[in-house]
Structure formats: C-alpha cells, structure tokens
C-alpha cells in the first residue's frame, strides 16, 4: 500500500522560507516521478512542482525561481525548498506519486496522494 506523508508546513511571514518533506512508502521510489500540489481555499488544486525519475524538473509560473523541488531514493524523500514566500503561496500542499512530469508541461493530475501540509504566509 503506497503512503504519503508530508511534514515542514507552518506559518510564516511573506519574505520567509520554509522546507516541505515527503516520507514516501509501499511503491520503489526512484521509479515514480513525483510532484507537489497545492491547493487555497475556494479553489482548485494545481500543480506546483515535480522531479521525474531522471532528476528532471518543472515549476509552475507562480513559483519559478522561488521554490525548488529535489528527492533522494536513497530515503524515499521528496523535498519542496520554498523561498520568497508571499501570502498567495498560503495552501495545503500536497505530495504526488504516479503521474507524468515534463520540464516543459503543466501538471496533470497524479494517483497517489498524501494527506496534505498547511502552509501559511502572513503579509
């Protein structure tokens, strides 16, 4: 059975950072591609960030340059590092295993799913 749990969310100041994590188990990790979701109240979920097995990257617009994505199979972490925070980053964020992950194309929907990670920045 495939569990996903992130850990690191919390509250902080716009201009801050923080470092989210995600324990993953029941699945051969290097294997998956695996990405970060987000989603604020009232709307919908949408996709931040993901490494593909290969170590290749996406960002979303929103936080291209801000925040950075990384894993290490060794452990079975994945790691979204989020820096410059602005209060419209304020979300649950979610860590993704299962679905594709192109440098150069937006999110799709993945089939694997934690719990989620509140984040909240503050003006």
């Known amino acids: 059975q495939v569990r996903l749990v992130e850990s690191g969310g919390g509250s902080v100041q716009a201009g801050g950072s923080l470092r989210l994590s995600c324990t993953a188990s029941?699945?051969?990790?290097?294997?998956?591609?695996m990405a970060w979701f987000r989603q604020s109240s009232g709307k919908e979920r949408e996709g931040v960030s993901c490494?593909?097995?290969?170590?290749?990257?996406y960002y979303s617009d929103s936080v291209k340059g801000r925040f950075t994505v990384s894993r290490d199979n060794t452990k079975n972490m994945l790691y979204l590092q989020m820096n410059s925070l602005k209060p419209e980053d304020t979300a649950v964020y979610y860590c993704?295993?299962?679905?594709?992950?192109?440098?150069?194309?937006?999110?799709?929907?993945?089939?694997?799913w934690g719990q989620g990670t509140q984040v909240t920045v503050s003006s």
């Open positions: 993704a295993a299962g679905g594709l992950c192109y440098s150069n194309s937006p999110l799709r929907p993945y089939s694997k």
């Open positions: 029941g699945l051969t990790f290097e294997s998956y591609n």
């Open positions: 490494i593909n097995r290969n170590g290749s990257t």
